[in-house]
Nanobody, 119 residues
Framework: QLVESGGGFVQAGESLRLSCAAF????????VGWYRQAPGKQRELVAK?????????VDSVRGRFTISRERDNAKNTVYLQMADLKPEDSGVYYC?????????????WGPGTQVTVSS
């Protein structure tokens, strides 16, 4: 349903762009978010884009992260451009609808993509 990619190992201050491709979900019609789960912490919503392209960010990433949609709806992709990365940005990043998809009574999550930022 949702496949994240683009993570990696980077040095502090560097950038990454994450991509979220969806299958059977029309991302341009729903609010989509990027969630982050750091080791030992709960998953948190760090960036959100609504169906009419309003965006919002958690304070810790505002000004450094940019969420956007692919303009070509046929590509059905949402991005997260991350700049000036910090070690505290490390974690597994997931994309999902906001609120998260529920399939057969459980929240659905894709495999996520690992981001590791070294100091």
């Amino acid at each position: 349903q949702l496949v994240e990619s683009g993570g990696g190992f980077v040095q502090a201050g560097e950038s990454l762009r994450l991509s979220c491709a969806a299958f059977k979900i029309r991302l341009w019609r729903v609010a989509v978010g990027w969630y982050r789960q750091a080791p030992g912490k709960q998953r948190e919503l760090v960036a959100k884009i609504t169906s009419d392209n309003c965006v919002d960010y958690v304070d810790s990433v505002r000004g450094r992260f940019t969420i956007s949609r692919e303009r070509d709806n046929a590509k059905n992709t949402v991005y997260l451009q991350m700049a000036d990365l910090k070690p505290e940005d490390s974690g597994v990043y997931y994309c999902n609808t906001v609120p998260p998809l529920v399939i057969r009574g459980d929240n659905y999550w894709g495999p996520g993509t690992q981001v590791t930022v070294s100091s």
